[in-house]
């Protein structure tokens, strides 16, 4: 790591960043006497925090809507788990009514595609086993923001994601105890118990996702979050927990688990959540946004605005392999022209957890470009580009999230 310091200490330095006012007063000469700097002021003028989700800290997330609520990349914490205050909002029904955790074990799941299908309470499923993973929780449109393209839904950068605790009675436990898996089962199918809009069909909004059976090993009933029983907002009184798999996979207020011999064909699964190419529209023919992998970003500097001397200063981040454990992870200063390994600091919560990660660096007036880029168990190095798609999921491109740094 000392030749690391002197290298960088050594760079010439780059150019600087253009001032904002800079932009401002260009705007105004062009003649774009609307952008003032009071209205730009007003544009950036925080939302007001939706009531279900009041309780947040709004200091630390960015409200794009009422269904979608962002983590601010400089408030990720070095701590690893992510405090519920914090962690992002992406529901795609409104929020159900308060009254549905008045009685959290009175909550009825029906469970179907076993030898012996039948309903259980929450209370009930307490009584049939526990388990507790930590685990990254992140939406699949995580990183749209950095899609040139620009596609529809929420510009996520970094804050559609964090690293959280669940407990709850493991599926294999609960199938086990009901007879055990029925014929012809490929995938295990969870529907939400949103209030779904009347006078449509519901296959057309209802929250309902088939994934692959072999996750049902890894996969809880869960009904406590971070030590707490699961909060409304992140799918409270009972969220399935799907392990290394992208949010809209983990169902929120799950009623039905099904073990299934086809995918359903809700439009979520069928058209919805789909890898397609850019101006086409989703099918059934292309890959489903199913399993996570390997990814990093750094947090802190977040060149969001960061006043940086010059010297010794900690670059961190985070790191997590998807469904693989997170091997290492490297840094670079130059916008990945040169690697070095980084450190992992704070304790190691297993496979699906992510690692935060430590870079000391010695920099002199200038401005840097600070990337990360993480390896998995496996070997599977995070890529430097993005895989083009309409949605913009998936994205695990190192250079897209790299930030810029401005010295003084």
Known sequence: MTDTIKMIDNMENPRRRQLLAGSVGALAAAGLSGWSSKSLAEEAKPKPLPVYVNWKDADDVIVHSSSTLETRREAFGTSVITPADQLY?????PAPDASIVADRDAWQIALEGVKNPRSLTVGELKSMGLETVAMVLQCSG??????PHKPSGTPWTVGAAGCTIWSGVPVRAVVEALGGVGEGVRFMTG?????????????TVIVERSI????????????EMNGEPVPMAHGGPLR????????????????RLALTAEETDAKIQKTGYRMSPIGEK???????????????????????????RAGLMQIDGVAFGGING??????????????????????DMGRYAWRQFVFPVKLKAGTYRFASRATDSQGNVQPEAR????????????HDHAVEIVVS
């Open 191 to 203: 529907t939400g118990g949103e209030k779904l809009p009347d006078g449509i069909d519901p296959k």
């Open 282 to 308: 989703g099918n059934p023919s292309q890959p489903s946004v199913l399993a996570m992998t390997v990814k990093s970003w750094i947090n802190h500097p977040s060149g969001a605005g960061d006043s940086v």
């Open 240 to 255: 399935l927990i799907v392990p290394g798999y992208y949010g809209v996979n983990h169902i929120k207020y799950i009623k």
């Open 142 to 147: 995580n990183g749209r923001g950095f899609f």
């Open 89 to 93: 909002i992406r529901n795609n029904l």
């Open 326 to 347: 997170v091997k290492g992870v490297e840094v670079s200063w130059d916008g990945g022209k040169a690697w070095k390994e980084a450190t992992f600091v704070g304790p």
């Open 387 to 398: 895989v083009e798609n309409a949605s913009g999921y998936s994205n695990t491109s190192w």
């Open 212 to 223: 692959p059976l072999q996750a049902m090993n890894q996969a809880l009933l869960a009904w």
